[in-house]
């Protein structure tokens, strides 16, 4: 789950990472007040996605009436496609100069690394190699001050600006820790004439760790109405803008239907992955899932391992009686007890594919004939 | 012969005593794994499937001689189990769990390290040597017994390309699944190793999928093996930024796509398979064509 930079802030305040003075709106009350109270302020949209500042997501401004026709100007705005509904207000910082700092997991590493460079301000994607030191952190010692020292010193960076910056890294390291991030990342970390401090940050947290975040972690919404009902049920499901409704078990083969769908000339409405060892009662209501987005047809596509064939089987058969299925369905069961499934679909005339590519081909036959219900054919 | 396991291979199960824990344990009994004890805290004493029951891992390894295990736990227990095992000693840890929280994977894996243990997974269906042994969830009768490794990411994906290579007159010597989170133990690149190191195996398939680097990373070490490689990748259609399904099988900032997937392992002499059907021709061209391995 990403946070919005006013959440990470808030975050790293409370943990002891200076942050410039500023206070969140949604709409014009005490805009003003803030402003003159403040002085010169930075108002910046509150959206989850990068690069805010080139799509005009900042403003600035030294007068009350300019600032609140600029919040109402950002607060009307969307920056890429995303509707700005929140804006930070901060005072204007004297900018010295601007370092990079972030804290990652490098997967293939399986370790925790420290990513720091003196070319702030700027995408860090665009930093050539060479200028961005990457230091791995073992996890059973966690950062030392030594090795902030070392970075530093790598960095170029001297007296007080280093000292103040080793310090921003070995407190950023227990945020990291402390609240199961995936990454933290200020950029710009702001060197000013008293102190260092954060001008942005961003924070993803780890989802499965949701059962211990500590209370001050705000809750994100990043999902469609939609994913979110599937979320519930615990399915895993992406809304895409195909024809086809998918449903599967596993994520690779979820994702590899989705590319048959591609190949063979259609495309997906959803990414659905109903899990492993999902109930008759689970598969019913995921169909329901699918159905209320309303795809063209369906394809249910199972390998049963933990799943039972035949319980999708009548959980299919109950869905399409109670919701009396007009549009085409192709279902392919493989696995276990796949024979009890086929027999169960065969009962209600319902056919069913053991190749995957005879039940994605002919699913886009129908399609492309028409929609005759398979069903009944 | 075959990789990690075999019939002489003794394994323990932790959370034996779970929903999983005992279904499992079972199947993996009837598909002739030698299951020699359970760990269950509190239930010591009691038996699964006539396989005893102790309330540590120490316990268990105190009475029984091990060689892996194997964990069913909830994901918040995982971290304890794990550790317990390392501890204990066990040098070869399968993580069936799911949902695993990414810091207690990292501390597991630099624990795994010290220890100089082996673990695959977690979010993964297990690994194993059709007709000798399994640990793991995977169906017990899609496999056959032969000459091809199998190593994937993705757990029902592997299941459909065994299923495919099987049809088509394919056995495996061992399948390994690495496991779908974003960190994992054992790599595409260890698992190479072990099948260019076996006798039994003759060739390699390589189950992938967009996300992260791995099958990058895989690719620049099969331009040295001598075996031949065919591939399979999944989320060619996927959009950018949306994670698909697994926690690590997301493109973003550009990175982990299809595209660089497929040309960093045909730059390296590997065939890629377009449709999961081809997986299994694709193998017997190659093992037609000898051990020798064709470029270009």
């Known amino acids: 789950m990403k946070l919005y930079e006013y959440m990470a802030k808030e975050i790293f305040r409370r943990n002891g990472i200076p942050v410039p003075m500023g206070a969140v709106f949604t709409g014009v009350d005490g805009v003003a007040a803030f402003q003159e109270k403040t002085g010169s302020v930075a108002i910046k949209s509150q959206v989850l996605s990068g690069g805010r500042g080139k799509a005009g997501g900042i403003k600035f401004a030294t007068e009350p009436q300019d600032a609140i026709s600029k919040v109402q100007e950002l607060l009307a705005s969307k920056i890429k496609g995303c509707q700005v509904e929140t804006v930070l207000i901060e005072e204007k910082v004297t900018i010295e100069r601007e370092l990079y700092l972030a804290i990652t997991v490098d997967g293939s590493k399986r370790q925790i690394v420290l990513l720091a460079s003196v070319a702030g301000g700027m995408d860090i994607e665009q930093v050539p190699e060479e200028q961005v030191i990457k230091r791995f952190i073992d996890i059973t010692i966690g950062l030392q001050p030594y090795a902030t020292r070392e970075i530093t010193r790598q960095m170029g960076l001297k007296g007080r600006e280093a000292k103040q910056t080793e310090e921003v890294m070995l407190k950023l390291y227990q945020v990291f820790r402390k609240y199961d991030a995936e990454l933290v990342e200020i950029n710009p970390l702001v060197v000013t004439p008293s102190q260092v401090l954060a001008a942005d940050g961003k924070m993803t947290v780890d989802d499965e760790a949701a059962y211990r975040f500590l209370p001050e972690v705000p809750y994100v919404e990043e999902k469609t109405a939609v994913e979110k009902k599937a979320d519930d049920l615990g399915i895993s499901y992406v809304e895409l803008d195909g024809e086809v409704g998918v449903m599967a078990n596993g994520a690779g083969i979820t994702m590899a239907t989705l590319d048959l769908l591609q190949h063979f000339g259609s495309s997906a409405r959803n990414f659905m992955d109903a899990g492993g060892g999902s109930s008759e009662k689970a598969t019913a209501a995921a169909l329901e899932i699918l159905l209320s987005t309303n795809p063209k047809a369906l394809l249910i596509n199972i390998f049963g391992g933990i799943t039972r064939c035949d319980d999708v089987a009548r959980a299919f058969v109950q869905v399409k009686k109670a919701l009396d299925l007009k549009l085409p369905v192709v279902i392919r069961l493989v696995g276990t007890n796949e024979d009890l499934g086929t027999a169960i679909l065969r009962e209600q005339g319902i056919e069913s594919f053991k190749s995957v590519e005879e039940a994605v081909t002919k699913v886009i036959s129908l399609l492309k004939g028409g929609g005759t219900d398979v069903h009944n054919s | ?296």
């Open chain 2, 1 to 296: 012969m075959s990789i990690i396991l075999n019939q002489t291979t003794r394994i323990i199960v932790q959370g034996i005593t779970g929903t999983q824990g005992q279904f499992h344990t079972g199947q993996m009994i009837a598909f002739g794994s030698k299951i020699v004890g359970g760990v269950s805290p509190g239930k010591g004493g009691q038996e699964v499937h006539g396989v005893p029951v102790y309330d540590t891992v120490e316990e268990a390894m105190l009475k029984q001689q091990v060689d892996a295990s194997v964990i069913f736990v909830p994901a918040k227990l995982v971290k304890d189990c794990a550790l317990e095992a390392l501890e204990a000693g066990i040098k070869t840890l399968v993580i069936v769990t799911e949902h695993v929280p990414l810091h207690d994977t990292l501390e597991i894996m630099a624990y795994a390290e010290k220890q100089k243990a082996e673990i695959v997974g977690p979010n993964t269906y297990g690994l194993i040597s059709p007709g000798q042994c399994k640990i793991g969830i995977m169906p017990n009768n899609i496999f056959m017994p032969g000459e091809v490794g199998v190593v994937a990411r993705s757990g029902t994906l592997s299941y459909e390309i065994v299923y495919q290579l099987t049809g088509a007159g394919v056995g495996q010597s061992s399948v390994v699944g690495l496991g779908g989170d974003r960190v994992v133990g054992m790599s595409f690149i260890q698992v190479l190793e072990k099948f260019e190191a076996d006798p039994a195996t003759k060739a390699v398939v390589l189950v992938g999928e967009i996300g992260g680097n791995a099958e990058e990373k895989a690719a620049d070490y099969i331009k040295g093996m001598t075996k031949p490689v065919v591939a399979f990748l999944a989320g060619k259609s996927a959009p950018p930024g949306k994670r698909m399904g697994h926690a690590g099988a997301i493109i973003e900032r550009g990175k982990g796509t299809f595209k660089s997937k497929v040309e960093a392992l045909t730059a390296a002499g590997v065939s890629v398979a377009n449709l999961p059907w081809e997986v299994g021709p694709l193998v017997k061209q190659a093992l037609a064509q000898g051990s020798e391995k064709v470029y270009g």
